[in-house]
């Protein structure tokens, strides 16, 4: 009984402290749930990367996508230095963005990277933000009116600097604080419950006043948590340089609030309908900056996070078609990180990845032996134990383990040694094998035995007998995929997208099939690709620079860019190349699918015609089909 009531008591006061920290209690019963649906999302993200370290580009925003996934990523505990993380990093230093939404969100990024390495970069964009305000005091595109999403993200980036010690003229915030009032709508007044001190005079009344996309226009969830989320930002950024306006920004912080309440949903972008989980991660910086848990009575983060679980689809993406769907995916996690927030949020362990570990096995109760592993780098391997038939056999002295091999295809990755004085109780033989190449892996069990027959030596004999007898056995193979390697391939990558001279006007590509698309091989865009017909039984490609040109490298990257297409296309495991009028030869393509086989021309050769063919490959999903996503040439 008293166990029954200290249970109950101890539950009692953890409910107490959660109320009085003003954390709904279903929150931290979502907590499983939120950190399986953070980690698939991580997960998903990480596998749609492309192999040039991007996901794609979002209209012409270059490197804006990127900088928003990578920030994702690193919020939700990826360390910077994950090859997903670096890979993106190496692009992003390539980018000379011109537009706000990228400079802001590669702002994000470097500083959720948290690495001094890019100080002097963010300085650089900073100085990009000062320079595009507009007299205004607000932000555009450049060729479109001023709009207060742009100046939401760049007052994103504008506080990320002021946060890293950079310095930002209390007259920007002051010009930014005048301009995001004058997107407000005039305030309306409604029965509502009190939320403000300074309703308490008005008898129960509330005033709502939401944001619209420019001035004069209709107000929408999304823009009223950008104008709101402006203002508390500018508070912060003039401290208390603000003076009498504090009181005029309060009031029109808690209006903008009170609209969010009055017109609260989570399923949809009030007022607007699309854009909603661009509005959630809105909502959700809304709720971090100005450290409210409830929205007129709404809980904010619980009611979004249980839609958030619901819409998440298998493959651990948010709903959403073409650029859209790590787009949303990026403002699902933010949300559900609580990213905005300086502290860590009520969900994650430790601020660590929360990605779920690679699991594998082989074995089953009909093999002699089952082994397990996880992880990447290092892959942890373990035996999870030996089959009946094998146990039957040693029943009557035990399994007695001299010595444990693991191995990859005939390489020894780790080696234990054993107890055979005693028998086997479930030990597991632990082993982490931590320089396995990126790629597939057949890993196995290779368990020396003392013989089933071979009696235990007797307690009273002092000198060593003859060598028992003993017996191998091996487990299945177990398929391990390894892909959180940094290959030397991936550092090679943005340097061919700076020097890449295929990409150019004049530069023509047709195919023994699927001509419409050869183009595509040598457009300098990962996103893109030339396949073959799957009954083409010579395929191949030829590329017209148009002119000749000084090359002494030639770069070539398979069709299927990104984790989830490998096996999808046939591998190609052997080209034949020519040049021009030159004889043909042959070119052993690197066994990594993603991987860019580099051909050094030994000297700079004058290039005009590239002619490739593709002589042997292995079978994919989509038998017949083969293909590149980009063919370069350097100097």
Not at 150 to 179: D, E, F, H
Not at 235 to 257: C, H, M, N, P, Y
Not at 261 to 285: C, I, Q
Request: glycine share 10%.
């Amino acid at each position: 009984m008293r166990t029954v009531l200290a249970h109950v008591s101890a539950m009692f006061i953890a409910v107490a402290a959660q109320a009085q920290q003003g954390i709904h209690p279903d929150e931290l019963k979502l907590k499983p749930d939120i950190d399986q649906a953070i980690a698939q999302g991580v997960e998903a993200l990480i596998n749609s990367q492309f192999r040039d370290g991007t996901w794609g580009q979002y209209g012409n925003f270059r490197g804006g996508k990127t900088a928003l996934c990578t920030y994702a990523l690193l919020k939700c505990g990826v360390d910077a230095a994950h090859p997903a993380v670096r890979r993106a990093m190496l692009m992003l230093d390539e980018v000379q963005p011109t537009h706000t939404y990228t400079v802001a969100c590669m702002m994000l990024a470097y500083a959720a990277a948290g690495q001094t390495v890019h100080r002097e970069r963010m300085e650089d964009l900073t100085d990009l933000l000062l320079d595009w305000q507009k007299s205004s005091g607000d932000f555009a595109y450049p060729d479109r009116a001023r709009d207060l999403s742009n100046t939401q993200y760049a007052a994103l980036g504008l506080w990320t600097a002021q946060k890293y010690k950079i310095k930002v003229p209390v007259k920007v915030w002051r010009q930014l604080l005048r301009a995001t009032m004058g997107y407000q709508q005039k305030a309306e007044r409604i029965d509502g419950p009190v939320t403000g001190t300074h309703t308490v005079k008005n008898g129960g009344k509330i005033d709502i006043a939401g944001f619209g996309y420019r001035r004069g226009q209709k107000p929408t969830g999304s823009m009223t948590t950008a104008g709101v989320s402006i203002l508390q930002i500018c508070k912060i950024g003039l401290g208390t340089s603000i003076g009498a306006q504090r009181k005029k920004v309060d009031r029109a912080i808690d209006a903008g609030l009170n609209w969010l309440g009055h017109h609260f949903a989570v399923d949809k972008n009030p007022g607007k309908g699309g854009w909603a989980y661009y509005y959630l991660y809105g909502l959700e910086r809304v709720g971090s900056l100005t450290r409210v848990e409830q929205i007129v009575g709404h809980w904010w983060y619980v009611e979004g996070a249980r839609h958030l679980l619901k819409q998440q689809n298998k493959a651990g993406f948010w709903p959403g078609g073409g650029q859209q769907r790590e787009v949303r995916t990026s403002f699902a996690l933010l949300f559900l990180r609580r990213a905005t927030s300086g502290k860590a949020s009520t969900t994650g362990v430790g601020g660590k990845s929360m990605a779920p570990p690679h699991l594998y096995a082989a074995g089953a109760d009909k093999d002699n032996v089952a082994i397990s592993a996880t992880g990447q780098q290092p892959l942890a391997i373990w035996v999870t134990g030996f089959g009946e038939k094998l146990r039957k056999r040693h029943e009557q002295y035990g399994l007695r383990v001299v010595q444990v091999e693991y191995l990859d295809g005939d390489d020894i990755v780790g080696q234990l040694a054993g107890d055979p004085s005693k028998a086997w109780r479930f030990d597991a033989f632990l082993q982490r094998a931590p320089a396995l190449a990126r790629g597939d892996h057949k890993i196995r069990a290779r368990i020396e035995l003392i013989a089933h027959d071979v009696p235990p030596p007797k307690p009273s004999a002092n000198e060593p007998g003859a060598t028992p007898a003993t017996e191998t056995v091996l487990s299945p193979e177990m398929n391990v995929r390894i892909r959180d390697v940094f290959a030397p391939w991936m550092k090679e990558v943005a340097r061919i997208q700076r020097v890449n001279l295929v990409v150019f006007k004049k530069t023509e590509a047709t195919a023994s099939s699927a001509g419409k698309t050869a183009r595509n091989a040598c457009d300098g865009k990962e996103g893109t690709q030339w396949v073959c017909a799957p009954n083409d039984a010579d395929p191949s490609l030829e590329i017209d620079l148009g002119r000749s040109v000084g090359a002494s490298h030639l770069m070539i990257s398979q069709a299927g860019s990104r984790a989830t297409d490998i096996g999808l296309f046939d591998c190609i495991t052997t080209i034949e190349v020519r040049i021009n009028r030159g004889k043909p030869f042959r070119v052993e393509l690197d066994p990594d699918h993603l991987a860019i086989t580099i051909v050094p021309f030994g000297k700079v050769r004058k290039v005009r015609v590239l002619r490739i063919r593709i002589v042997e490959r292995l079978p994919g999903r989509r038998k017949g089909q083969a293909g590149f996503t980009e063919i370069a040439l350097s100097k």
